[in-house]
């Protein structure tokens, strides 16, 4: 295959190199990454907090790319749901942007009275030195509510260095409000963005089995809550690869273990139930634990049988974001026969890739920030019938012939939690077995 000779050790066939995957590099210039930008990073981690007002300091262009890029959902304030920008033209490149960035923040505060307000400043502003600090403490202090800079030009970085902006953004609220007193059996959910609404099956599950949730961050976020995070006793990290810094930084600061979890599969979404059960070292939260999993597990494993039997011996290949949400959905197929021959991720660390081959087939290809050259070779080389990916990836797919999951955080359908498992499992069902591909090629 044709692969960069630079990015050699950072692709691995299971049983055939012995070499340690390579990961936590920059992405090699001229290979084309899938990955994001620093500014876009920081915009999708802090979106979902609905009643803060969100403002792009920077061309028009930045604001319509990440407009709306998570399917949030909100169960009240709709303020995130809104693009703001400051529309920078070539007056305020060489002029400075700072009165346009002042007179832009009146002007929404006044108007939709938002809680707090982010201010993201793009390229552009990195290059022309706008002081947006200094304009966020002077409207602070006239309009009596945070303003917190965002400091997150594209080209410092990538799309992970945006989570690290996001999460420092983040910590400039924790802790602003309440006393220090840590509310018993008490958690925040970190990292789960409510795509499709499936933070309440989540908030749903903890609640039956006795545990307080104090925030949740950032999806369906508010910023009282946020403003109080530091009251609860445990922080359960979902999405790791965007909010672990977030979690660590809140332990070193305000002593809260964190537990790392997925919500994606059965095995995966009944572990995060039980481990805080553990953590607590409840009985009682136990128990209500191992009813509920007893329940959601025996009405769903029938529904699956179906969905089992017609996609055994069914091929897929994964590339996500994250690497957790690749190691569940290696599980998650399995469970419906489904084995996969390709895996990897734009932001797996060394743990997650270990993971990853362990409970990967022998001959699997495991790949770190890959390109759409090498991922459509590798997906034709281990014939899949399916490509589990986001929107980059999808027309990879359709030009190869073959099905396509959305799995990234533009999708519309909830797939975490025991729900989520059947509406995975129908997904892929649906797309695999389409008659449609009855006039493709079988050989790629």
Known sequence: MDILKE???????????????????????GSVSQRACVFCGSRVVLYPIADALHLIHGPIGCAAYTWDIRGSLSSGPQIHRL?????????????????????????????????????????????IGDDVEAV???????????????QAPGFAGSKKDGYKVACDALMKLIGTMGTNETIPESINIIGDFNLAGELYLLVDYYKKMGVKIVATITGDGRVDDIRQAHKAALNIVQCSGSMSNLARQMEAKYHIPFLRVSYFGIEDMSEALYEVARYFNSKSMMDKAIALVRQEVGDLIPKLAFYKNALTGKKAAIYVGGAFKAISLIKALRMIGVQTVVVGSQTGNKDDYKIMQDISDEGTILVDDTNPLELTQFVKAKKADILIGGVKERPIAYKLGIGFCDHNHERKLALAGYEGMLNFAREVYATAMSPVFQFTKTDH
């Open 7 to 29: 990015r050699g050790n950072q692709v691995v066939t299971k049983g055939l190199d012995e070499h340690e995957l390579a990961c936590d590099k920059a992405s090699l210039a």
């Open 136 to 150: 966020c403490r002077n409207v602070s202090k006239e309009k009596g509510i945070d303003i917190i800079p965002v």
């Open 83 to 127: 693009s703001f920008s400051t529309d920078l033209q070539e007056k305020q490149v060489v002029f400075g942007g700072e009165k346009t960035l002042k007179s832009a923040l009146i002007e929404l505060i006044d108007q939709y009275q938002p809680k707090a307000a982010f201010v993201y400043s793009t390229c552009i502003v990195g290059l």
